[in-house]
């Protein structure tokens, strides 16, 4: 029963320590640390530009489908 309780006291903080960890490495490599401001704003132009062709072209998808 002693093991058992040692490898609990041990193992249970460990784990608890690595994913701290990993949830902080993953954090910082949502936004790198040279990221600007700039660099954030042209990020979001690009993704609703793509989201803007996207749009269309299901658009266009649906239009054809119901042509055919």
């Given at each position: 029963m002693?093991?058992?309780?040692?490898f609990a006291?041990v193992?249970?903080?460990?784990?608890?320590v690595?994913?701290?960890?990993?949830?902080?490495?993953?954090?910082?490599g949502?936004?790198p640390?040279?990221?600007?401001?700039?660099?954030r704003?042209?990020?979001?132009?690009e993704?609703?530009?793509?989201?803007?062709?996207?749009a269309?072209w299901r658009?266009?998808q649906?239009?054809?489908?119901h042509?055919?």
């Amino acid at each position: 029963m002693l093991p058992v309780i040692i490898f609990a006291a041990v193992a249970v903080p460990v784990l608890i320590v690595a994913f701290v960890i990993s949830r902080r490495s993953a954090k910082a490599g949502e936004h790198p640390a040279g990221e600007t401001d700039a660099d954030r704003v042209e990020m979001e132009r690009e993704f609703e530009e793509s989201e803007r062709y996207q749009a269309e072209w299901r658009a266009e998808q649906h239009k054809q489908s119901h042509d055919t």
